[in-house]
């Protein structure tokens, strides 16, 4: 049946083009040989080769089945890699179901379709003894394959090294060195490398084959030498992690391997990134490599500090202090070790002008710029191409930890005023990024100058200004609580005239940009407002402990429910009015400014409404409760009165603006404090005291 299906029917291939049939093609590899390549079957390939030394066939179905009957024999008990790949092989020709004999001439003159020899296909598929006498017919009949590279540039070694063929690998290098010159040969087949630049000892590393890659060192003591630049063995094992090929390496080369890596890097760079053992014995082998930079510039203790802070794995992604967050950072980095061993790299900048101080501070490496500070008090002055120091890369990457060490010492005092090359400092970054945090702990500084000038002649208080969105409401945006500590720490401006300042830096309100704003806020809060007049106009129909047989309120006369009573009411009215005014500033036939007075005024209502209901509903708690479980609602009353409270931390943040403000103003500013603190209360909790009072009054009018 099989020798029927391998028939030759050589016909049915559509003609060439003039133009394809001029250009010289590979001849593709005979099914037959590739079957018998693929299944290791010594005997059907001799035959192939030898079909003219056969006599009483006179038929290409009498070849074919005296061709498969030795395959047959030789597939008996072969593995399953094997006979898939023979089964494979047969059925490699796009649909054709007859196989011609093949010309004996260029038989192993064939490839597959990746440009395979006869050889590469053995050297890949197995090993054993069927496959090692397959290859040595090959090699009889055409050595130059031991050479042949496939379209990847791959050589039968390579192949070989890939899957992990040590006794394939082994006979290949037999049969090099059969050669007269076998030194030279051995060492020119060793050293091929492929389109990656990269010999059979990568293939070898990069399977993880510490044996293979003996053979192959065994073979040339200086491979490990290749390629001169590029991705160098050494390089891959280090990578890889695979430290034991990394010392036999080291050790069958006497020393003499590249550790060249991609980009410019060297080993050490790729050490670094993992793990303390392979550093220190990269250190011991060629201190030297600390001061190689790759081809950014960056050296090995540029790419050991940069992994010091990884980014976490947050569980909880409110806070990255809650306890339950865990910050993936790897224990074993080796910043330490690159440092202790060499102190040259600490002022050796990338093609940038980022030190390693720099790089530290960029990623928040608090610990990292303490110990350059201690080995080199001096970095802390080094400059970037920008100009910058490491406190304003701090500032701009809004890293405060490093920001608060650089304040609170005074040995760095030379560098909290430093500019850079826009005439920057620290604080000027910080008003201009807005980040509140970072400008209070510079203003907190008494030393920190406030009214020093950038190049365009702006003071920090002239970048606040420039920065504030026109239209923007004060209690929503951290840049008025920066332009307002500024004031009223007497910030100056700076060398311009004040109205030829604003043309120049005050950005216009942009009226369709302010539209398209105000429209979008309206629809998010109108929401709301709506849903807490539904639930206020509901409570009011649904009072707590019901209603007695005359239709009266049940718990009427209480001083507890004319306070829920009062508390319910103004939500409901504050809720209306607020639906109100939004209504209004989402009216595009309004003028702008009336439209943001409605808008702000819309805002303020809704939260008193807010806290109206939250007094509401506490007190109607209360009232179901008190008469039963006295300390439950007592309990649920404070419990609920500090989660309201959560919903107005914005007086909150100023806390550490506030502490600045200390820091520079002294007891003055207590009384600023408790200004802002009353005012922002009762503007606050106003309706929870009306509920109250009322209530009061309600009493007094009863009882009389």
């Known amino acids: 049946m099989r020798a029927s299906s391998l028939t030759a029917a050589g016909g049915g291939s559509a003609p060439l083009e003039p133009e394809a049939a001029a250009r010289p093609t590979p001849a593709s590899m005979s099914p037959l040989l590739l079957a018998s390549v693929c299944s290791g079957s010594w005997r059907a390939l001799g035959f192939l080769i030898n079909t003219k030394d056969v006599p009483g066939l006179q038929s290409d179905a009498a070849l074919i089945q005296a061709f498969l009957d030795l395959l047959d024999g030789d597939a008996v008990g072969s593995g399953t890699e094997s006979s898939l790949a023979t089964q494979q092989a047969f059925h490699s020709e796009g649909g054709s179901d ?57 050589t039968p070694l390579h192949c070989a090294a890939r899957a992990g063929r040590s006794e394939m690998v082994s006979h290949l290098i037999a049969l090099a060195s059969g050669e007269a010159s076998s030194a030279e040969r051995l060492k020119e087949v060793v050293r091929i490398q492929n389109e990656h630049n990269e010999t059979a000892l990568h293939e070898a590393v990069r399977l993880g084959s510490k044996h293979v890659a003996e053979l192959l060192m065994m073979v040339d003591s200086e491979l490990a030498s290749f390629p001169k630049e590029g991705t160098s063995p050494l390089y891959l094992a280090i990578l890889l992690e695979r430290i034991d090929i990394a010392e036999s390496l080291y050790l069958k080369s006497g020393g003499n391997l590249s ?41 090995p203790l540029h790419f050991a500090t940069s992994v010091l802070c990884p980014k976490g794995v947050h569980f909880w992604v409110f806070r990255p202090w809650f306890p339950w967050n865990h910050r993936a950072c790897h224990s074993s980095m080796p910043f330490k070790q690159v440092l202790q061993a060499n102190l040259a790299p600490i002022y050796q900048p990338d093609n940038k002008g980022l030190f390693p101080v720099h790089i530290a501070a960029n990623i928040g490496a608090n610990e990292a710029v303490v110990k350059f500070l201690e080995k080199c008090p001096n970095v802390a002055g080094l400059r970037d191409s920008k100009g910058r120091t490491f406190l304003h890369v701090a500032v701009e990457k809004k890293q405060p930890s490093i920001v608060a060490h650089a304040c609170q010492t005074p040995s760095l005092s030379r560098i909290w005023n430093l500019q850079d090359s826009d005439g920057n400092t620290a604080l000027h970054l910080a008003v201009k ?227 600045a403000l ?28 009306a509920s109250f009072i009322w209530a009061e009054i309600s009493t007094k009018h009863r009882h009389k």
């Open 433 to 659: 990024l807005g980040e509140q945090n970072i400008f209070s702990l510079l203003l907190e500084n008494r030393d920190v100058r406030i009214n020093l000038t950038n190049n365009n002649g702006q003071t920090p208080l002239d970048l606040s200004e420039s920065m504030i969105r026109a239209g923007s409401i004060a209690a929503w945006n951290p840049r008025f609580l920066i332009d307002v500590a500024l004031k009223y720490c007497q910030a100056k401006h700076g060398n311009h005239r004040l109205d030829h300042f604003e043309e120049q830096y005050i950005q216009p309100v942009d009226e369709e940009k302010q539209s398209e704003y105000l429209s979008t806020s309206t629809q998010t809060l109108i929401i709301g407002s709506v849903l807490m007049a539904t639930a206020a106009f509901t409570a009011s129909f649904t009072l707590p402990g019901g209603y007695k047989d005359d239709g009266t309120p049940a718990l009427a006369g209480r001083y507890v429910f004319d306070a829920f009573i009062a508390a319910n009411s103004l939500a409901f009215g504050s809720a209306g009015l607020a639906t109100m005014n939004l209504m209004y500033s989402g009216t595009a036939f309004l003028d702008m400014p009336l439209r943001r007075k409605h808008l702000q005024l819309a805002l303020y209502i809704t939260f008193s409404s807010a806290t109206s209901l939250a007094t509401a509903f506490v007190l109607g708690m209360y009232l179901m409760l008190a008469s039963v479980a006295s300390l439950t609602a007592t309990v649920m009353c404070v419990v609920a009165s500090v989660l309201s409270l959560l919903a107005y931390m914005d007086t909150l943040r100023g806390r550490a603006v506030a502490k």
């Open 98 to 154: 007859e196989v011609p004999w093949p010309a004996a001439a260029p038989l192993l003159e064939g490839t597959t379709t990746g440009g395979d020899t006869a050889l590469h296909v053995l050297a890949t598929y197995g090993e054993g003894g069927n496959f090692l006498k397959s290859a040595d017919i090959v090699y009889r009949n055409a050595k130059h394959l031991l050479f042949k590279q496939n379209k990847k540039g791959d």
């Open 259 to 299: 550790y060249s890596g991609p980009n410019g890097q060297n080993a050490l760079h790729a050490a670094v990134l993992r793990g303390q053992e392979m550093t220190r014995m990269l250190l011991a082998w060629n201190i030297g490599l600390a001061n190689q930079g790759d081809q950014n510039g960056s050296t």
């Open 662 to 689: 200390y820091a520079r103003m002294g007891n003055r500013s207590l009384v600023i404090f408790a200004q802002i603190l009353v005012i922002r209360t009762s503007t606050i909790f106003w309706p929870m005291i």
